[in-house]
């Protein structure tokens, strides 16, 4: 059972830029998020969220959010020191299964895997998103670079999720090679 033991949240931005977060890119133009940051341990986090819109012909200030929260972390959880960073970016009924692919992929550990040993090239972060996806998340302002931040790892994968989705009923189908996406999807 989770719970929220106490929590202090200060906004500095509006909470119409929250709405479009994860968004779909079709429908809300390509204002997305560029950067995130975390910090994080299995009872207290504090995760800051940057919103820089990706460059447009207009000039458009960068806003920061700050959420404080003290958070449980359930039992069985496998990632448990990332727990709170899956929850500010992934719904609820999709947290058990992203810890696990977590998990599967990296064993909570944030790995770049490369043949070449550089980024951009091969498998990136805690999701290991691989470098194959990185023109469909440079649309989102997101990098090779950006995937060795956790948060923007854990950021990517949603989307890349999202994405899947949409194109094979699956959300879990890029991470097939480490588990199951049809039995996460219909389990």
Request: glycine share 6%.
């Amino acid at each position: 059972m989770r719970c929220r033991v106490a929590s202090l949240m200060v906004f500095t931005v509006a909470a119409a830029v929250v709405a479009f977060q994860f968004a779909d890119r079709s429908i809300y133009g390509t204002d997305q998020f560029r950067t995130v940051t975390t910090s994080s341990s299995t009872t207290t986090s504090e995760v800051v969220i940057t919103f820089t819109p990706i460059p447009t012909t207009t000039v458009v200030p960068v806003t920061t959010q700050r959420i404080k929260t003290v958070v449980t972390v359930p039992d069985g959880v496998l990632c448990p020191e990332w727990w709170s960073t899956l929850e500010a970016f992934w719904p609820e009924h999709l947290l058990r299964q992203a810890d696990q692919v977590m998990w599967a992929e990296t064993r909570c550990q944030n790995l770049h895997r490369s043949d070449v040993g550089r980024i951009g090239y091969g498998d990136h972060g805690l999701f290991q998103v691989n470098a194959i996806n990185l023109d469909y998340l440079a649309g989102w302002g997101i990098t090779a670079d950006d995937l060795m931040n956790p948060a923007q790892n854990v950021v990517a994968a949603r989307i890349l999720y999202q994405w899947a989705d949409r194109q094979y009923g699956c959300g879990w189908q890029p991470w097939y090679s480490s588990v199951n996406p049809w039995q996460l999807c219909n389990g």
